[in-house]
């Protein structure tokens, strides 16, 4: 691919990387801010920790990131997950934070924290969970990387799982994610190039219960920094060009203990029941500017009906046609943006299918963070 006058000069930064770190171990600590997006600060360790619960809370200026006034800014990171670090290696590591606040309560943009709620209440369905992460590459002015400048290239048809010079752009960058998140332990199970050009998708599990959310959060951290290093962006945008191309989603596959046993297709017909009740309320926490995506058109449903079928890939929720074969297995609900919150989205199916625990309610705590925000606003601009 062609070199963005933004490219890290890591030729000169793995001379560095070399250098003996005295026993030291370097943890960084990433978390979600206010904008679906993830940020990270670095501390020194004296040791490499055995677990995660040897990780200690840290915090950051929550005003800055769009998560707290300016009165109240201290947001504290509480470490949930680690995984070794693909870019300095040795013992240093990554680790996954929930946000928490002062007083006690989770951040408004904790979602993770009532999805754990859900799902450990839940546990005995023993929860399997596979998404799919699409996703667009941008050169450095915004526009699809490999288009031609000020135009477009030849309509759809040859890209989708496409090899060989303009079929296929940024196979380096893909190539380079795909490695870092199998020596990070993320579960990712694949990747291919997808229906538009300069837009990919790889998958993450099956993974149990809340550590699918956070395994997508990092290998979307991981993606951000790989693309950094090449000189490219990465946008989750469900429809990153208007017109006739493909927008990119988050398929989610889901399994219970109940569906993968014999007679498992009783309980994936009551969940497809489940989850046409509560439609609307999916719709608004399965990501931005999903409209934009979910015409009916390009592999997808209507925005504001619920449909499933077998095999059928124009259904909000689709039945693999094996599984209807076997009578048993999963489904794929295809409705979820490519920019939604996998946290929100398991939690919400969990919700759905298995009833509301106490502690927990996904929707109202999506539903709250705008009037939280709006509030939030006001404070910061008293004076």
């Given at each position: 691919?062609?070199?963005?006058?933004?490219?890290?000069?890591?030729?000169?930064?793995?001379?560095?990387l070399?250098?003996?770190?005295?026993?030291?171990?370097?943890?960084?600590?990433?978390?979600?801010?206010?904008?679906?997006?993830?940020?990270?600060?670095?501390?020194?360790?004296?040791?490499?920790?055995?677990?995660?619960?040897?990780?200690?809370?840290?915090?950051?200026?929550?005003?800055?990131?769009?998560?707290?006034?300016?009165?109240?800014?201290?947001?504290?990171?509480?470490?949930?997950?680690?995984?070794?670090?693909?870019?300095?290696?040795?013992?240093?590591?990554?680790?996954?934070?929930?946000?928490?606040?002062?007083?006690?309560?989770?951040?408004?943009?904790?979602?993770?924290?009532?999805?754990?709620?859900?799902?450990?209440?839940?546990?005995?369905?023993?929860?399997?969970?596979?998404?799919?992460?699409?996703?667009?590459?941008?050169?450095?002015n915004?526009?699809?990387?490999?288009?031609?400048?000020?135009?477009?290239?030849?309509p759809?048809?040859?890209?989708?799982?496409?090899?060989?010079?303009?079929?296929?752009?940024?196979?380096?960058?893909?190539?380079?994610?795909?490695?870092?998140?199998?020596?990070?332990?993320?579960?990712?199970?694949?990747?291919?190039?997808?229906?538009?050009?300069?837009?990919?998708?790889?998958?993450?599990?099956?993974?149990?219960?809340?550590?699918?959310?956070?395994?997508?959060?990092?290998?979307?951290f991981l993606?951000?920094r790989?693309?950094?290093?090449?000189?490219?962006?990465?946008?989750?945008?469900?429809?990153?060009?208007p017109?006739?191309?493909?927008?990119?989603?988050?398929?989610?596959?889901?399994?219970?203990?109940?569906?993968?046993?014999?007679?498992?297709?009783?309980?994936?017909?009551?969940?497809?029941?489940?989850?046409?009740?509560?439609?609307?309320?999916?719709?608004?926490?399965?990501?931005?500017?999903?409209?934009?995506?979910?015409t009916?058109?390009?592999?997808?449903?209507?925005?504001?009906?619920?449909?499933?079928?077998?095999?059928?890939?124009?259904?909000?929720?689709?039945?693999?046609?094996?599984?209807?074969?076997e009578?048993?297995?999963?489904?794929?609900?295809?409705?979820?943006?490519?920019?939604?919150?996998?946290?929100?989205?398991?939690?919400?199916?969990?919700?759905?299918?298995?009833g509301?625990?106490?502690?927990?309610?996904?929707?109202?705590?999506?539903?709250?963070?705008?009037?939280?925000?709006?509030?939030?606003?006001?404070?910061?601009?008293?004076?």
């Amino acid at each position: 691919m062609a070199q963005s006058t933004a490219v890290s000069n890591t030729n000169n930064l793995d001379r560095y990387l070399k250098l003996d770190q005295k026993g030291s171990v370097i943890a960084e600590y990433v978390w979600i801010d206010a904008s679906n997006g993830v940020r990270s600060k670095c501390k020194t360790l004296k040791k490499k920790p055995s677990s995660v619960k040897e990780l200690s809370e840290w915090n950051f200026d929550g005003s800055s990131t769009g998560q707290a006034p300016g009165d109240n800014s201290d947001v504290f990171l509480r470490p949930v997950a680690m995984y070794p670090d693909p870019f300095r290696l040795g013992d240093n590591i990554m680790v996954m934070c929930e946000c928490w606040m002062s007083d006690g309560k989770p951040n408004a943009y904790n979602y993770r924290h009532d999805a754990s709620v859900l799902m450990d209440k839940n546990a005995k369905h023993e929860f399997w969970f596979g998404l799919e992460q699409e996703y667009t590459f941008l050169d450095e002015n915004g526009w699809p990387y490999g288009w031609p400048k000020n135009g477009f290239p030849a309509p759809q048809g040859p890209y989708y799982c496409g090899n060989g010079l303009g079929k296929v752009v940024c196979r380096d960058i893909v190539e380079a994610h795909y490695k870092a998140c199998l020596y990070a332990g993320i579960e990712i199970s694949g990747t291919n190039a997808e229906v538009m050009p300069a837009q990919w998708e790889y998958q993450v599990g099956p993974c149990t219960g809340i550590d699918l959310g956070d395994q997508l959060w990092m290998s979307r951290f991981l993606l951000q920094r790989v693309a950094e290093e090449f000189g490219a962006k990465v946008t989750l945008n469900p429809k990153p060009i208007p017109g006739d191309w493909n927008g990119a989603g988050l398929h989610t596959n889901v399994s219970t203990k109940e569906m993968r046993e014999d007679g498992g297709m009783k309980h994936i017909e009551k969940a497809m029941e489940s989850l046409g009740k509560r439609h609307k309320e999916h719709m608004k926490v399965y990501g931005e500017g999903n409209e934009a995506r979910m015409t009916g058109a390009h592999e997808t449903a209507s925005y504001d009906k619920f449909t499933w079928g077998i095999a059928n890939r124009g259904s909000s929720v689709r039945v693999n046609r094996a599984c209807a074969d076997e009578g048993k297995g999963y489904f794929e609900d295809r409705r979820p943006a490519s920019n939604a919150d996998p946290y929100q989205i398991t939690g919400m199916i969990v919700e759905t299918i298995c009833g509301k625990v106490e502690g927990a309610d996904m929707f109202q705590t999506a539903t709250k963070v705008a009037t939280d925000q709006q509030e939030m606003v006001v404070e910061v601009a008293k004076p």
